[in-house]
């Protein structure tokens, strides 16, 4: 009986699979997380079994990843599924930790692009996004421009 509590518990489930989402969420930040590998200290975005770099299988421990990183390159987006309002920024982001993660970028106006977008800084959000068939909370990454 308890466990059927617990099924019927609105909970909030990560959109990609690389976000961490606290118990304590929303009074807790969400993070990105990244596996490191015990032999070699390579970072890899979200859980992973084997490193790229040293072939070592099944040794990482789970880091926090930076909130902040920086756009790498971009693109706008001015067609998509029905119901997602267009145009927007759809961009890689570099970490500091030497990761890069896909996301969408706010801040910046998707009608007026420019060279000057590359390098600049944005810092992550985790946000409620929509909810899903069984009534529970999407929580998605996004990046917003940091002023400087
Ligand atoms: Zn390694």
Redesign the pocket.
């Known amino acids: 009986m308890a466990q059927e509590q617990v099924v019927q518990e609105k909970k909030a489930k990560p959109l990609v699979p690389f976000l961490r989402i606290p118990d304590k969420w929303p009074d807790e930040p969400a993070y990105l997380f990244g596996s490191r ?6 970072i890899f975005l979200g859980e992973r079994y084997a ?6 299988v099944g ?1 990482f421990d789970e880091v926090r990843l930076s909130d902040e990183g920086e756009i790498y390159v971009f693109t706008v987006i001015h067609q998509s599924f029905p119901g997602i309002e267009t145009p927007y920024i759809a961009a890689i982001i570099d970490l500091p930790e030497g990761v890069s993660v896909r996301a969408n970028v706010y801040g910046l106006d998707p009608n007026n692009p420019g060279p000057y977008w590359f390098g600049k800084k944005v810092r992550m959000r985790a946000e409620k996004i929509r909810v899903d068939r069984e009534g529970n909370d999407v929580i998605a990454p996004k990046y917003y421009v940091v002023e400087e």
């Open positions: 590998c015990q032999k070699c200290g390579a490193c790229g770099r040293c072939g070592a040794e």
